[in-house]
């Protein structure tokens, strides 16, 4: 099919359609929302798969200030993070990806400063502090609700604000975590960039997305796919022979199915 766009990565005209998509209920979130479907496209030459069209800046940062409601679901924050943390460890799927993070780094390394990207209520980071004991944590998270009860449940220093060029400038780091972040992103390059400058030589980066081959496991209308802050699709395949390339070498990546039946793609990379 021909479009008179092009592939908002890598600008080549050469691109696939894949399935259309509805926005349903997400008014209350983007009060301007004027579109009501969208397409997701595939990108021949690089690999990404991308939304057309895609929220706006504005859109997206007005929907994150008010995620409140919709994410926590009828627990209070304290509920919701006590819920998660209380989870054994064989049931603990955030136990699960930072065991898998720990096996694959080596024995001599020792991650004793660590940051989460977009890290949501903390829950990640409290899991990070029972793993890797002696680390000092930090986090960035830009809905205010979830910063605060972060910075109030764990040891982790918070700043609520995007991850940009800024962010923690002072400091190196030589674990960095990111978990569905990268497909909220509206500057992948940019992204690439600021968190390798925080990266210590050799220092590890752990990136966690939803995964394309949920277009062959999931019904053409399943909510994944029509929420509206996910800009990207990523393989395997964009994210370490494009994207990342040049900057990280892949140690290891794996796409795993989550409870709700979601394929999520976990990359570690050491950087160059
Ligand atoms: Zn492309």
Redesign the pocket.
């Known amino acids: 099919m021909h479009y008179k766009f092009y592939?908002p990565?890598?600008k080549?005209y050469n691109l696939k359609f894949r399935q259309e998509q509805e926005f349903a209920g997400y008014d209350f979130l983007v009060p301007d929302l004027k579109e009501n479907k969208r397409e997701w496209i595939d990108?021949i030459?690089?690999n990404?798969s991308f939304s057309t069209p895609r929220l706006s800046k504005r859109q997206l940062e007005y929907m994150y200030s008010n995620y409140r409601s919709e994410l926590f679901r009828g627990e209070s924050p304290d509920e919701y993070f006590d819920r998660i943390t209380n989870y054994p460890p064989e049931e603990s799927e955030n136990f699960q990806k930072l065991a898998w993070i720990r096996d694959k780094i080596t024995s001599k390394f020792n991650p004793n400063k660590i940051l989460d990207i977009g890290s949501g209520g903390g829950v990640l980071l409290h899991t990070l502090g029972n793993i890797f004991l002696d680390a000092d944590l930090f986090g960035v998270e830009p809905t205010s609700n979830f910063a605060e009860l972060s910075s109030r449940r764990t040891r982790a220093e918070i700043v609520n604000g995007y991850f940009d060029d800024k962010t923690f400038i002072d400091h190196q780091f030589n674990l960095i975590t990111c978990c569905q972040v990268l497909e909220h992103l509206e500057n992948l390059n940019d992204f690439v960039e600021n968190v390798s400058n925080r990266l210590i030589k050799n220092g590890y980066l752990y990136i966690e997305v939803p995964d394309i081959s949920d277009f062959q496991t999931l019904e053409i209308n399943h909510s994944r796919f029509s929420e509206p802050s996910h800009l990207w699709y990523f393989s395997s395949d964009f994210l370490c022979n494009n994207l990342f390339k040049n900057v990280f070498s892949i140690i290891d990546f794996t796409v795993i199915k989550t409870v709700r039946n979601r394929n999520n793609l976990m990359i570690l990379f050491q950087k160059d």
Do not use: P, S, V, W
């Open positions: 592939c990565h890598c080549n990108c030459d690089c990404l």
